[in-house]
């Protein structure tokens, strides 16, 4: 997971985009937009944390930050 790499998702897709890029992931089908990442995998990684800060970020009514930091902090809690 690239910090760098979804900040550029958030600033730079719609969640429509951003979910659609999430189906065509999981078909293994062509992207219409530009995804880094390694592999499919890390791909799906930056999406989704996309989306979910996204999600945050309107109905939260809180910046990226925030929402970055929140999801950041589930992530880690869903490891350990």
Do not use: C
Not at 4 to 17: F, G, H, M, N, R
Not at 20 to 45: C, F, K, P, R, S
Not at 48 to 70: C, G, P, S, Y
Request: hydrophobic share 45%.
């Amino acid at each position: 997971m690239k910090i760098p790499v979804i900040k550029k998702l958030v600033e730079t897709q719609s969640i429509e985009a951003l979910m659609a890029a999430e189906a065509a992931i999981l078909e293994e089908q062509e992207l219409q937009i530009e995804v880094e990442g390694e592999d499919e995998g890390e791909q799906l990684t930056h999406v989704l944390a996309a989306v979910w800060i996204l999600n945050q970020m309107h109905h939260q009514q809180v910046d990226f930050k925030t929402a970055l930091r929140e999801y950041t902090q589930k992530v880690r809690t869903s490891i350990s």
